[in-house]
């Protein structure tokens, strides 16, 4: 079983920054690409950003340039630093790693997500 946990959200200002971070636990083999998103009250969940297993990233158009993707492989850690925050960008946001497990299978759930808020 793979347990998610995404941390970091809280409450900023316009034009603040947050870091969030995934975490990823249990027993697989490795995380291919891994994709945030983020789902604000009353609205469909929306895909953020993609980041692959070597590194190549994709980004929404409403948060390119102000949201940077990364990755600690070997703490099983991704990160979305969030700059130049937007009460647009308010929101739960949640990881979604395509994990391989063994035995050939791959997992792609969900955490718990984090909650992000911006509002002076």
């Known amino acids: 079983q793979v347990h998610l946990v995404e941390s970091g959200g809280g409450l900023v200002q316009p034009g603040g920054h947050l870091r969030l971070s995934c975490a990823a636990s249990?027993?697989?083999?490795?995380?291919?690409?891994i994709t945030w998103h983020r789902q604000a009250p009353g609205k469909q969940r929306e895909l953020v950003a993609s980041?692959?297993?070597?590194?190549?990233?994709n980004y929404a158009d409403s948060v390119k340039g102000r949201f940077t993707l990364s990755r600690d492989n070997a703490k099983n850690t991704m990160y979305l630093q969030m700059n130049s925050l937007k009460p647009e960008d308010t929101a739960v946001y949640y990881c979604s790693p395509l994990v391989q497990l063994p035995g050939g299978k791959t997992y792609s759930g969900w955490g718990q997500g984090t909650q992000v808020t911006v509002s002076s």
């Open positions: 249990g027993r697989f083999l490795s995380i291919g690409t």
């Open positions: 980041i692959t297993s070597d590194g190549n990233t």
